[in-house]
C-alpha cells in the first residue's frame, strides 16, 4: 500500500509539472493550444486552493501556523491578486490596484496564550 501511495504521488507531481509547464507556455501557435494553458491554468489554481484550504484544515486542528509559513502565505497574495483576469482591462486593473494594497495590512494572527500555554 505504502508502494502504491508513493507511486501516486510521483504521478501527481509529473502532472503537476506538466500543468505547470503548458499554464507558463508564452508559445502558443494554435487556438489549441491556448486553450490547454488556460485549461491548465485553472487546474492549477484549482489545485493550489485546495492544497490550501486543506492546509489551513489541517492547522485549525493542531492549532498552530508558524510564523515562516504564514510569512509564505502573506508573499503569495500579491501574485494571486495578479492573477485577475475580466474582458474589461480597465476593471481588471481597477482590481488589482484595489486589492494589492491589503497586503500592507496582512500579518500573522497574534497567538493567545492560555494558562502559559500558546
Do not use: H
Not at 94 to 114: H, I, T
Request: glycine share 4%; proline share 4%; charged share 25%.
Amino acid at each position: 500500500a505504502e508502494i502504491d501511495v508513493r507511486m501516486r504521488e510521483e504521478f501527481s507531481k509529473v502532472c503537476f509539472e506538466t500543468l505547470l509547464q503548458f499554464s507558463f507556455s508564452n508559445k502558443v501557435s494554435t487556438p489549441q493550444e491556448g486553450y490547454i494553458s488556460r485549461m491548465a491554468l485553472s487546474v492549477l489554481l484549482k489545485r493550489a486552493q485546495d492544497v490550501l484550504r486543506r492546509y489551513v484544515e489541517d492547522e485549525r486542528l493542531s492549532g498552530r501556523l508558524d510564523g515562516n509559513t504564514w510569512a509564505q502565505v502573506i508573499a503569495l497574495y500579491p501574485t494571486l491578486v495578479e492573477c485577475i483576469t475580466c474582458s474589461s482591462s480597465e476593471v481588471s486593473t481597477a482590481l488589482k490596484e484595489a486589492l494589492g494594497p491589503f497586503k500592507d495590512f496582512m500579518q500573522p494572527p497574534v497567538s493567545k496564550v492560555q494558562n502559559g500555554e500558546s
